[in-house]
């Protein structure tokens, strides 16, 4: 294994090479389009009760739909990626992603609309598996977490844009069609990616497992590695395949990797961040507050896109572990205030700065882990379908949590705060007693640190 490491070591391609970071970028864009189309409809949940005549549990329904087609997209994705790679399975997703953005501009009717958003939440949840997936098994591993935590950056940036998106066309006046334009704006970035994508290689790791090795050679030399190492790196790829040669998931072999991702997770969704997100605009307008509910929105997406920034540059220094500790801690805290103020108890002036500070804490912490995690825990052969379960536990918790938001909200302001508060008390607990630190790890190790039987 000293060997291996070595020759690990030696073969790191550098980040300043053109092809490496020409992958990493296409792939993360994925991300981009991921936080856009799933942050957007906090703007229009107004327009969309007035269009349709929704009381608070239909505009959950309507709000949830993305999101039971993100569950199915991360449940069923993994599959087709080990078949045929990440890669040309994200190109399928990426002409959803056009379909559904143009779809929702001109949807005829609520059910339409629907139909547009499920498809929608089939990208968004296929990416969030497969987008990480293809940066951890490219990535050298001393910078993997600061570099599938670029997916989460632009995850985040993509939340952003879409606030300031339905910002500038909300000061356009555009009336009855103004939702219309907030959806269908997402079209022309998705359409960017689904070009890029026909510019980077397949992943080496993928390849190998294919019998592909002449084709691993050349996407080596692609993302940087010296042609002199590319057998010995190859031979390492193929040595872990052949320890688990089965390519079966199962609870008996992997039970650990499927717990980690599935806790990482869930606990990322019972912190309440997407549910905060898409109900941002009227969280604020409950709250009351000098600033518009849009400006206050795009706030929260600022210090979100810079405090995922520092997690980018502290995962690989200080661990996954330790930032996931941190996050939990700071994020109780700050719920407990919200939960508090919405309650009544304390000022609601201070809503904006808890979140604030609940934001701060999340971000670098499980916002900038949970791809990173679940896509280096599992064996190769493996990963998409691991990756899945991951993903589809966060998608899943996210639609239950996104549909009866409104309606638990309804009936009190402060307790979704309070649950999410005592949630990350939990997950304090969890992480500090069950999770192992993988920073720095190569995957063709983590399955003996992470005891997964072999074949």
Not at 91 to 118: E, I, P, Q
Not at 204 to 223: F, Y
Not at 272 to 289: E, H, P, Q, S
Not at 339 to 345: F, L, S
Request: net charge neutral; charged share 15%; hydrophobic share 55%.
């Amino acid at each position: 294994m000293a060997d291996a490491a070595r020759v690990q070591s030696a073969a790191e391609p550098s980040l300043l090479n053109p092809g490496l970071l020409a992958c990493i970028v296409t792939a993360a864009l994925a991300g981009l389009l991921f936080g856009f189309d799933t942050a957007v409809i906090s703007g229009t949940t107004d327009a969309l009760t007035k269009q349709y005549h929704l009381d608070p549990t239909w505009l959950g329904i309507t709000v949830s739909s993305a999101l039971w087609g993100t569950l199915l997209g991360a449940l069923f994705a993994g599959v087709p990626g080990d078949r045929f790679g990440s890669r040309d399975t994200l190109r399928v997703l990426a002409l959803f992603y056009v379909v559904a953005g143009l779809g929702c501009a001109f949807a005829w009717n609520w059910g339409s609309l629907m139909a547009f958003r499920v498809l929608a939440g089939l990208a968004v949840g296929g990416s969030s598996v497969l987008a990480p997936v293809y940066i951890s098994e490219i990535a050298p591993p001393s910078r993997r977490g600061g570099l599938v935590a670029a997916f989460q950056f632009n995850v985040i940036f993509g939340i952003l844009l879409a606030y300031i998106s339905n910002a500038i066309i909300a000061s356009l006046h555009l009336g009855d069609a103004e939702w219309r334009w907030k959806f269908g704006v997402a079209a022309a970035p998705a359409l960017i990616f689904m070009l890029l994508l026909f510019r980077i290689p397949n992943s080496p790791r993928w390849l190998v497992g294919r019998g592909e090795d002449e084709e691993a050679k050349q996407s080596l030399a692609r993302i940087g590695m010296a042609p002199e190492l590319a057998d010995a790196e190859i031979a390492e790829f193929r040595r872990s395949f052949e320890e688990d040669s089965s390519g079966t998931l199962s609870w008996s072999r992997h039970r650990k990797p499927i717990l980690l991702a599935m806790m990482v997770a869930g606990f990322n969704q019972l912190s309440g961040i997407n549910a905060l997100l898409y109900y941002l605009n009227d969280i604020f307008t409950a709250a009351g507050g000098k600033l518009s509910p849009d400006i206050q929105a795009i706030i929260i997406g600022a210090v979100n896109a810079v405090f995922t920034g520092i997690g980018m540059l502290l995962i690989d220094r200080l661990g996954r572990k330790t930032l996931l500790l941190i996050g939990a801690a700071g994020m109780a805290v700050c719920l407990a205030v919200a939960g508090c103020a919405m309650g009544g108890i304390l000022p609601k002036a201070l809503v904006l700065y808890a979140l604030i500070g609940f934001i701060a804490f999340f971000a670098p912490s499980t916002g900038a882990v949970i791809w990173v995690y679940i896509s280096e825990v599992f064996p190769t052969p493996v990963r998409g379908r691991g990756s899945s379960v991951g993903a589809s536990t966060h998608w899943g918790l996210n639609a239950v949590i996104a549909a009866i938001f409104p309606t638990v909200a309804a009936m009190s302001a402060s307790l979704p705060f309070l649950f999410f508060a005592v949630m990350m008390a939990v997950q304090f607990v969890v992480v500090l007693t069950y999770f192992p630190e993988t920073k720095g790890v190569p995957l063709e190790e983590m399955e003996k640190n992470l005891g997964v039987a072999m074949t």
